[in-house]
T-cell receptor, first 112, second 114 residues
Framework: NAGVTQTPKFQVLKTGQSMTLQCAQD?????MSWYRQDPGMGLRLIHY???????DQGEVPNGYNVSRSTTEDFPLRLLSAAPSQTSVYFC???????????FGPGTRLTVT | GDSVTQMEGPVTLSEEAFLTINCTYT??????LFWYVQYPGEGLQLLLK?????DKGSNKGFEATYRKETTSFHLEKGSVQVSDSAVYFC?????????????FGTGTRLQVTL
């Protein structure tokens, strides 16, 4: 099992550009989430999904879109990047009825 | 809402020293509690968990006890190693929640020196 994979590992964007952060898991987990990690703020939930076709907002959803067309994939879209979105982004997944979340290695995004 | 408060770091210790990282929480229900560890350049890994009051989670020499009366879940290790240098996150998840949500503390960086 590869677990949770994320691409790219690093990305630099200019303000106003759009991009998609990819996340995939091969554990057949129902639940997937996106977090951002900022210094001194821990991890904050952006969006999450409880199954294919079902998504919901987390704590800091503005400026981000998600979709879940398959169990395996949960991409995060930045529609118009802003410097405030400079952060490290983590995708996570877990099985239903279990609390342990598995995290991907992260994507470090810089918006100039 | 739910919240987790951790002691601020960085914590710098010599190898074989005793480690305590404090964590307290606020929650409306009966949360499960977790410690996650993040090694440099990597994602978070679950270190240990406790799902009800008085439970003790343990792993790799680390321990934490779920104290409902003090709403705490302090992380301890009797003898740290250089390889324990990492950032440690305390987190909670509400037991009744169905969504995949964890509430994290801000993290405590541990630096262990020889």
């Amino acid at each position: 099992n590869a677990g949770v994979t994320q691409t790219p590992k690093f990305q630099v964007l200019k303000t106003g550009q759009s991009m998609t952060l990819q996340c995939a898991q091969d554990m057949n987990h129902e639940y997937m989430s996106w977090y951002r990690q900022d210094p001194g703020m821990g991890l904050r939930l952006i969006h999450y999904s409880v199954g294919a076709g079902i998504t919901d907002q987390g704590e800091v959803p503005n400026g981000y879109n998600v979709s879940r067309s398959t169990t395996e994939d949960f991409p995060l879209r930045l529609l118009s990047a802003a410097p405030s979105q400079t952060s490290v982004y983590f995708c996570a997944s877990r099985a239903g009825g279990v609390y342990e979340q598995y995290f991907g290695p992260g994507t470090r995004l810089t918006v100039t | 809402g739910d919240s987790v408060t951790q002691m601020e770091g960085p914590v710098t210790l010599s190898e074989e020293a005793f480690l305590t990282i404090n964590c307290t929480y606020t929650a409306t229900g009966y949360p499960s509690l977790f410690w996650y560890v993040q090694y440099p350049g990597e994602g978070l890994q679950l270190l240990l968990k406790a799902t009800k009051a008085d439970d003790k989670g343990s792993n790799k020499g680390f321990e934490a006890t779920y104290r409902k009366e003090t709403t705490s879940f302090h992380l301890e290790k009797g003898s740290v190693q250089v390889s324990d240098s990492a950032v440690y996150f305390c987190a909670l998840s509400e037991r009744t929640g169905t969504a995949s949500k964890l509430t994290f503390g801000t993290g405590t960086r541990l630096q262990v020196t020889l």
